[in-house]
């Protein structure tokens, strides 16, 4: 048994998480300028004006956005570690082994266990604590840590000599007095404990504070799409200027449709001996690719010539344009030469098609 749970329902975390939003947007609603930043404080008024205003009008809703909306971000998985973690500390309580044959200091009579609870040890070590009780009134409560170790509480020294003080209790009602005695030097002290149920404070503005600061599951999903479009736009940019020279020559490439390519290949081919130039039914992947098939009309060339002088004027032929011969080349057999095409199109394929990257993928 245990006389509390940490497991709580999942509201509680939902307001406490909130609670903790709004304490930390309030914190920047606070600040209604920058007159207290070193940096502006000898500035000329009319430029501190200037400065006060783009803060209050700029800076500060521009900060609270990203402040609610990282909250809201971080919500859901902080929400569910809090309730691991006091789930946890449940398990561990229930699950604790409970001390056996402990008995009363005054008459040896077994005792019962009344309580476990989760405290920290004297190595601040969770441990769970259990209380037992013998069955005959007024008789000392014992305690004990799962390991079978008993509580001892720490003796209460005078503040004036440092003797070990006497103790007597007096309850009240809900009101529990300790008096304590020095023995040495008959210095006194009291204490008191009330054990009176607390109100719990009711914050009369946390609904209405919990609309202005917490963002709704839509404004949430919102501010999500819009960071992640943030940092694909950084990403880009950076991208970018990390590869500026590529970029250039993307920009410089020559764009073909297969019939421009097949006009700019024909006169090419015919004026090298090839002829009869046709391509078959491309495959649209990630890019174009398309096989074609040219004869050789030069008499007597060798197959070594034929294959690579046709590899070398196909492969000038395209530098510049979005057009690449395939690496496995062009195979050749009486004079019947056939290889193939990959064509690009798009920025990211045609920056791909410039670095060699993902050459011959399909």
């Known amino acids: 048994m245990s006389s509390y749970t940490h497991l709580k329902d999942e509201t509680y975390y939902n307001e406490l998480y909130d609670k903790f939003t709004i304490e930390e947007c309030k914190r920047w609603d606070g600040k209604k300028g920058l007159e207290d930043l070193p940096t502006i404080q000898d500035k000329d008024p009319k430029e501190l004006k200037i400065k006060i205003s783009f803060s209050k009008n700029v800076v500060i809703p521009v900060a609270l956005y990203a402040i609610k909306g990282e909250r809201y971000a971080k919500k859901s998985e902080t929400i569910r570690q809090w ?89 009240e009602g809900n009101i529990i007095t300790t008096n304590y005695i020095c023995p040495e030097c008959d210095h006194r002290e009291t204490d008191t404990l009330d054990l009176s149920p607390k109100e719990k404070k009711i914050d009369p503005n946390f609904e209405a504070d919990r609309k202005k600061y917490c963002l709704s599951d839509k404004e949430g999903g919102e501010y999500i799409t819009w960071m992640a479009n943030a940092k694909h736009l950084s990403s880009l940019v950076k991208d970018r ?19 421009d390519l097949q006009n700019l290949l024909n006169p090419l081919i015919e004026k090298a001996g090839y002829a009869k130039l046709e391509f078959r039914k491309p495959e649209v992947k990630k890019d174009l690719f398309v096989e074609f098939t040219i004869q050789d009309s030069k008499p007597g060339r060798v197959e070594y010539d034929s294959r690579h002088g046709l590899e070398r004027l196909i492969k000038k032929t395209l530098e510049g344009t979005n057009w690449r011969l395939m690496s496995d080349g062009i195979s050749y057999n009486l004079g019947f030469l056939n290889g193939r095409l990959r064509g690009a199109s798009g920025e990211d394929h045609l920056k791909e098609l410039i670095t060699g990257k993902d050459a011959d993928q399909e």
């Not at 601040?124 to 409560?141: A, I, P, W």
């Not at 990390?242 to 019939?259: D, P, Q, R």
């Open 83 to 171: 309730m691991e973690r006091d789930r946890a500390l449940d398990e561990k309580v229930a699950n604790a082994t409970e001390p056996r044959g402990i008995r009363c200091l005054v008459c040896s009579s077994p005792m019962n266990c009344i309580s476990r609870d989760l405290y920290s040890d004297t190595k601040n070590k969770d441990q769970v604590l259990f209380m037992f009780e013998c069955s005959t009134k007024g008789h000392k409560r014992r305690a004990y840590w799962e390991g079978g170790e008993e509580w001892e509480p720490k003796p209460d020294l005078c503040s004036k000599c440092k003797a070990v003080m006497y103790s007597s209790n007096v309850r």
């Open 241 to 259: 200027e990390e590869n500026k020279e590529v970029y250039e020559a993307v920009a410089k490439i020559k764009t073909l449709a297969i019939v």
